[in-house]
Nanobody, 126 residues
Framework: QVQLVESGGGLVQAGGSLRLSCAAS????????MGWFRQAPGKERDFVAA????????LYADSMKGRFTISRDNANNMVYLQMNSLKPEDTAVYYC???????????????????WGQGTQVTVSS
């Protein structure tokens, strides 16, 4: 099955930007809807954004709309999360996730995704 590896996290000042990457291997992601989630210490894993297998439909958590952009490059088996205007409350471990696409319905719940990467730390300083 697909294996996912995130990268691009780091330390950034408030108002700054980061671009997270999710590299897939072992299998093409062109048949998977993809999502980004995040988890802060002591908190549940929260939905950030998702994109259909074609890239034609995207979905965002309300607090990310206008600041974050999810995209994908199926030819290179990559998914991205561009994060702008970062805030200290965006500090978390960010995870890439894959869900076999039986439709273009995008899920917000972690339980709807069966494949996960190991996560990448994003820290936003004030």
């Amino acid at each position: 099955q697909v294996q996912l590896v995130e990268s691009g996290g780091g330390l950034v000042q408030a108002g700054g930007s980061l671009r997270l990457s999710c590299a897939a291997s072992r299998r093409a992601i062109s048949n998977y809807n993809m999502g980004w989630f995040r988890q802060a210490p002591g908190k549940e894993r929260d939905f950030v954004a998702a994109i259909t297998y074609t890239g034609g439909i995207t979905l965002y958590a309300d607090s990310m709309k206008g600041r974050f952009t999810i995209s994908r490059d199926n030819a290179n088996n990559m998914v991205y999360l561009q994060m702008n205007s970062l805030k200290p409350e965006d500090t978390a471990v960010y995870y890439c996730a894959a869900r076999w696409a039986t439709s273009q319905a995008l899920g917000r719940r972690p339980s709807e995704y069966g494949i996960w990467g190991q996560g990448t730390q994003v820290t936003v300083s004030s």
